[in-house]
């Protein structure tokens, strides 16, 4: 045998051996246990990095565990592959998205291969491929026909260069990334899922997912924001004429007094009278601490308003530049627009507060108005102080009245009502249920249960995604697609030389006759949401038929999956459309699983240095006001690959431009700081490298990689190929029952580990019974511990595993071999340790047979060399024992 394991030659041998055999092919009519192990595709960006092979080895780890207890074991493969960077390539490169996903799913798969994962290739999938995204087109229908799919204007981030839609992170300081023109705020027509019909459940099946983590669960709840409160509406009065501007003050450019006796809203010109403006809060407990009513630009009472003051209309255009998010409207400066209207304090009619168009409410969430209470809200803080509106405290910290309220900090804790007249004294919660008691009993609220989670919206004005079948018919409008005709098939001659969705100046592709009328009429040019691809790929993993999305009968013998593995940046949208999804198809009769995931685990990130240097940006456009505004430097990032350190400086490949060393973060293609294992592999062999990401941290935390710890495990590979070597040496006689003893506490302590998927404990023990091997004599025990060994580390470095069976004359292949059997006799310990103790303090131990007496314990102690000196020949007052754990003497 070689005295050097060569890893590139038994990789490749054995894994072509793998895919022969199609040894992990899963088997949907096998009588054995069923276990259903995934990790979270991939999207086919072009090339692996160490991220994917950590996330990849513990999903392989455990379905090679499973298999070896005896189980059938789903683990397939697929690609995530539509999406906005395939367009991207296609607008640079001048190449089909197409022909650049499929290039990349092939280089993709072949790394993936090389890593030896225990994969069921048979069930591969690709959501781009009409074979998978017709089938999604065909569920979407029975949604449609269900209702759960309806179709409305929604706010939106529009680039008016590109001509397109961009999601929230292609906003970067109000500008689109690609063009750098202002995004605007646009309404367009869209298509929804509702979501928000199954709110209740989402929620409530959090409490049922035992083997989720806490912190995804929390995550998904409070994304959700099931909230109890108060819903009522506050009155409007207002002075004449309407009048305001950016910025002015509550009474600004007021003519008239404001006061019970004053008018109602008068009607705009367009007719619509609007005399009361309706408000949601989970905190009626402080409206005693009202200062303002806000509503959003797109408000009905705003949009009146901008009818007949050209200042309003000009402020709502503002608007239309901010963010379409909560998230971003909290970081982004807070503006209003004072309409000059009043709200009538519903629990004191003396008390008005002025009326503001605000670009921090957003008519998405809740009713599309808010009224602020600046003490105890940081946002509403941040907007009084900028229009010196009052701030009066009605939340106290003590018992005590609080003072006037002071500072740039809201109080957002617990604590007592003051300043709030009958509530007083009171505790927030004795607060809310008395303001909403008396809302109702006046009727002017009451208290209702509302969520933050809105209707997903699945609409994308891009060519690279899933059709969405519906035509549109002047006469009957929206038209199903009929199924016979699925799947609708993206046109392959697109063009992406002018900006926006090449689908709406196809010159054949949309244009159809109605299929219910005959009309001439048009395709939905919009696409899905990927979102949706990868909330029912799970499914389609599971069952496979030609003529339909699934069988029930079969995707319900693997479903739900058993352990999920992904990253937590997936832990609300992913998680929460996937579970909206599976229970959508329930509603609708075509399973009968709810949740789709029962195990979820969320690994950390492989982490890695960034680099950059500075480079002058370009401009957004050729004219000169745009160059000159563009004329700022922004980062270069660099990959590993560009720099060369040298003298504990970092600079640029082959020159003497020294390049920054940024913060270690997790590895992104837009960072650079990937690293790519195929040359790693290359140079240590693939189990080296599953190796290292297993052993290094616990797979919930992020992983930083190291050039000396991939080193580390090579030499524990060949370690292990030493030891097979080493192993036709020892053939001698005897037994070495520790050693024995140690393999089956071994085995049950892996098998534990990987249950749990404390991958990192399990190779802690592997080195440890790897060096009591090393250690051990020549024995037949010795040579059972070498089996028992490569059995135990198999899953892990299966390639020198394999290798390593097959050269002691094993049968078959260590990937088809069962677990170790325990001996539940060898889990026991025949000795034990003795503690002795001198006035309570150990002086010696002692080793007896498990259940020695007493009296020989006590002997045994009292004659031990270190005991007699310490009694100087003195008797002991008192000697006490505790079988087969201590012996105390009491000088």
Same mark, same amino acid.
């Given at each position: ?42 999207? /086919? ?84 491929? %009409?074979? #998978? ?44 990334? @690609? ?50 409160? $108060? ?7 207002? /002075? ?19 006061? !019970? ?5 008068? %009607? ?31 408000? /009905? ?9 050209? !200042? ?125 008691? @008396? ?67 196809? %010159? ?31 499914? @389609? ?22 352990? #999920? ?11 929460? #459309? ?62 590993? !690959? ?9 600079? $640029? ?30 140079? #240590? ?37 030493? $030891? ?32 749990? $998927? ?134």
């Amino acid at each position: 045998m070689a005295s050097r394991f060569n890893a590139l030659k038994a990789d490749a041998a054995w894994q072509k051996v793998w895919d022969e055999r199609k040894t992990f092919a899963a088997d949907d009519l096998s009588t054995k246990p069923r276990s259903y192990v995934l990790e979270m595709f991939p999207y /086919p960006s072009g090339r692996i990095h160490m991220g994917h092979v950590r996330n990849y080895t513990m999903g392989d780890v455990l379905a090679r565990f499973r298999r070896m207890k005896g189980m059938e074991v789903l683990h397939p493969m697929g690609w995530d592959a539509f999406g906005m960077p395939a367009e991207n390539a296609a607008m640079e490169k001048g190449v089909h998205p197409g022909t650049w996903t499929r290039a990349n799913i092939a280089t993709m798969k072949a790394q993936l291969k090389r890593l030896g994962f225990a994969l069921d290739w048979t069930r591969e999938l690709a959501t781009c491929e %009409p074979e #998978y995204y017709g089938h999604e087109q065909a569920l979407f229908l029975d949604l449609f026909a269900a209702g759960l799919v309806y179709r409305k204007e929604s706010a939106v981030n529009w680039d008016p260069v590109d001509m397109t839609v961009l999601a929230n992170e292609q906003v970067i300081d109000g500008r689109g990334w @690609r063009s750098g023109a202002l995004v605007e705020r646009r309404k367009l027509s869209q298509w929804f899922l509702k979501i928000t019909d199954f709110a209740d459940e989402l929620v409530d099946g959090l409490g049922a997912l035992e083997h989720w983590p806490d912190k995804v669960k929390l995550m998904q709840e409070n994304w959700i924001g099931r909230s109890q409160g $108060l819903q009522f509406k506050f009155q409007l009065t207002a /002075p004449f004429p309407l009048a305001g501007g950016v910025g002015g003050g509550p009474d600004a450019n007021a003519t008239a007094a404001i006061g !019970d006796a004053s008018p109602p809203l008068t %009607p705009p010109a367009s007719g619509r009278g609007i005399e009361s403006v309706e408000v949601f809060t989970t905190r009626p407990d402080t409206m005693f601490g009202s200062s303002f009513v806000a509503v959003a630009a797109d408000h /009905p009472i705003a949009r009146a308003i901008a009818e007949t003051n050209p !200042d309003a209309a000009a402020f709502i255009e503002l608007c239309k530049r901010g963010g379409t998010t909560a998230a971003e409207l909290d970081t982004q400066e807070k503006l209003g627009f004072d309409t000059g209207l009043r709200a009538v304090h519903p629990l004191d009619k003396s008390w008005h507060l002025p009326v503001y168009i605000a670009n921090f409410v957003l008519m998405e969430y809740g009713t599309g108005a808010v009224f602020g209470v600046p003490a105890h809200d940081q946002r509403d803080l941040d907007f009084a102080r900028k229009y010196d509106l009052p701030v009066k405290r009605v939340v106290s910290e003590g018992d005590d009245e609080a003072p006037v309220f002071v500072g740039d900090t809201a109080w957002t804790g617990a604590g007592t009502i003051v300043n709030s007249h009958f509530l007083d004294g009171m505790d927030i919660e004795d607060a809310k249920r008395v303001v909403i008691e @008396r809302a109702e009993g006046e009727g002017w609220g009451k208290g209702t249960t509302v969520f933050r989670l809105r209707d997903w919206g699945v609409s994308r004005q891009r060519y690279w995604g899933t059709p969405i079948p519906i035509i549109h018919c002047d006469a009957c409008g929206a038209v199903p697609v009929p199924k016979d005709q699925l799947p609708i098939v993206l046109p392959e001659d697109v063009s992406f030389d002018i900006p926006g969705n090449p689908l709406d100046r196809h %010159p054949t592709w949309k244009h159809v006759p109605c299929p219910s009328c005959g009309a001439n009429a048009r395709r939905e040019t919009d696409t899905l949401d990927t979102f949706v691809d990868s909330s029912w790929y799970f499914i @389609r993993f599971a069952s496979q038929p030609d003529a339909k999305p699934f069988d029930r009968t079969g995707a319900e013998k693997w479903l739900p999956v058993n352990q #999920y593995i992904g990253g937590v940046e997936h832990a609300i949208l992913h998680l929460l #459309y996937a579970r909206f999804w599976t229970r959508a198809l329930k509603h609708i009769g075509m399973l009968d699983i709810a949740e789709p995931f029962a195990g979820l685990f969320t690994q950390g990130m492989v982490t890695h240095e960034t680099y950059w240097t500075m480079e002058q940006s370009k401009p957004a456009s050729e004219s000169l006001d745009d160059f000159l505004e563009a004329q700022v430097h922004t980062r270069r990032w660099l990959s590993p !690959d560009d720099i060369d350190k040298r003298d504990g400086k970092v600079f $640029l490949r082959g020159t003497t431009d020294e390049v920054t060393v940024g913060r270690v973060e997790k590895m992104s293609k837009s960072k650079k700081n990937t690293v790519d294992p195929e040359p790693i592999v290359d140079q #240590y062999g693939a189990d080296a490298v599953r190796w290292f990401v297993l052993s290094d941290s616990p797979p919930e935390r992020d992983l930083p990689w190291s050039e000396s710890g991939i080193e580390g495990a090579w030499r524990f590979v060949q370690r292990l190929w030493r $030891l097979i070597e080493s192993d036709d040496a020892a053939k001698a006689q005897g037994d070495d029952i520790g050693l024995r003893k140690l393999c089956h506490r071994t085995t049950v302590g892996i098998e534990n580990d990987i249950n749990a $998927l404390q991958f990192n404990k399990a190779v802690a023990r592997l080195y440890s019974l790897c060096s009591a091997i090393e250690k051990a004599a020549p024995s037949a025990d010795r040579e059972q511990a070498v089996r028992t060994l490569l059995l135990l580390v198999s899953p892990m470095v299966p390639h020198v595993a394999e290798e390593a069976w097959a050269t002691a004359g094993n049968d078959g292949l260590i990937a088809d071999a069962a677990w170790p059997i325990v001996d539940p006799a060898m889990l026991v310990d025949d000795e034990v340790t003795i503690a002795v103790q001198v006035n309570g303090k150990l002086r010696d131990t002692l080793v007896f047979p498990k259940g020695a007496p007493k009296d020989e314990v006590e002997a045994a102690a009292l004659a031990s060399e270190k005991i007699v000196r310490l009694l100087e020949g003195k008797p002991p007052r008192k000697v006490i024992v505790v079988p087969d754990r201590l012996v105390n003497i009491v000088a």
